[in-house]
């Protein structure tokens, strides 16, 4: 498989997924950090990547995604963005209500 259908793959199993350096439970970057705590605050499960893992991946998800850092947020396939997005929304109860609908998808 080549590394954009793996990124397709990614995206099409995992109704919300972060592209992120660490894990969550050990984030290797402030950014990353912050995101996963704006993602847990909303309650559901979300799937995550560690680029740093895959120089090959973190460098295709680049061109992929035409968005140059990371972490990067997708929800249903579509690129939400990074940190400072992620935070803005989770702000506004935007995040909330995305990542509570997609979700809700998985479970139907």
């Given at each position: ?24 439970q050990a ?82």
């Open positions: 498989m080549d590394i954009n259908e793996t990124i397709k793959s990614q995206l099409d199993e995992n109704p919300i997924i972060l592209y992120m350096k660490g894990t969550p984030p290797q970057c402030g950014f990353s950090a912050k995101t996963v705590q704006a993602l847990m605050a909303c309650g559901e499960r979300f799937a995550f990547v560690n680029i740093l893992d895959n120089q090959e991946l973190r460098e295709a998800l680049k061109v992929y995604s035409s968005w140059p850092t990371y972490p990067q947020l997708y929800i249903n396939g579509d690129l939400v963005g990074g940190c400072d997005i992620v935070l803005e929304m989770s702000e506004s109860g935007e995040l909330a209500t995305m990542v509570k609908a997609a979700a809700k998808q998985t479970e139907a």
